[in-house]
DNA sequence: CTGGTGATGATCT
DNA sequence: GATCATCACCAGT
């Protein structure tokens, strides 16, 4: 059959759903402001594109489960499985604002102001003490301290979309889909900025 | 605000 | 060996 435009990947809702949840981890907790979605093999800006490796097995495996990778040599990125086993969608958690452990946040993040505590993915994953030992572990499990928690009410109107960050590469740009969600007015929302291609020094 | 760049290592080909 | 779903810090407008 012949795909419609209209016919979003079921993950696209999921990202608009995890707006304004809580997630509380490592005795912060912060209400999600963005989040950017990544649907699957068919996706050419997903980790998932090129099919299954070991990093990315979390991708595939069943929903209810933390994807978390490490990139850049320092940062950890953070991504929530909700999807069917094998779709292997994942929305990357990308910011959110603290609600709860201000003082902890601060201390974590070194010299931050508070709006850009956990702007960001790998700023959030630093605010929630989340690395690669919690790849795999289930959210909202009380062993590794994960919470997924309910959502604080998100007026719709307010939800915008737009280009994905950070992606290059032929059919992978960020501009390609319009796939990352977030709440319009919140100072947490991480600033736009194009991917550029760069050399190593 | 914008734009440039160094840091730093796991992962994949 | 190249790439990377980034950030902190700097200088300029």
Redesign the pocket.
């Known amino acids: 059959m012949a795909e419609r435009a209209t016919d979003e990947p079921p993950v696209l809702r999921t990202a608009r759903s995890l707006l304004g949840r809580i997630v509380g981890h490592g005795g912060v907790t912060v209400r999600l402001t963005e989040v ?1 979605a ?1 649907a699957g093999v068919a996706d050419p ?4 594109f ?2 299954p ?4 097995a979390v ?1 595939f495996g069943p929903p209810g489960h933390l ?1 978390v ?7 950890h ?1 953070m ?1 929530v499985v909700l999807s069917p086993e094998g779709e292997a969608s ?3 958690l ?1 910011a959110g604002a603290v609600v709860d452990g201000l003082a902890t946040a601060r201390s974590r ?4 102001s508070d709006r ?1 505590l956990a ?6 994953t ?1 605010c929630l003490a989340i690395d ?1 030992s919690h790849n795999g572990s289930t959210i909202g499990s009380t062993g590794a301290g994960f919470v997924l928690g309910p959502a604080v009410a998100v007026d719709a109107d307010s939800i915008r979309c737009g280009p ?6 032929p059919g ?1 740009d960020g501009t390609a889909y319009p796939w990352r969600f977030w709440i319009d007015g919140e100072p947490s929302v ?2 736009y ?9």
């Open positions: 950017e990544y800006g997903s980790h998932a090129r099919g490796t070991r990093r990315n991708m994807y990778y490490f990139t850049y040599g320092m940062h990125c991504n994942a929305v990357l990308r993040r070194g010299r931050s850009d702007r960001g993915p790998a700023r959030m630093k690669l994905r960050v950070g992606l290059s590469g992978g991480s600033a900025r194009p991917a550029k291609p760069r050399r190593r020094g």
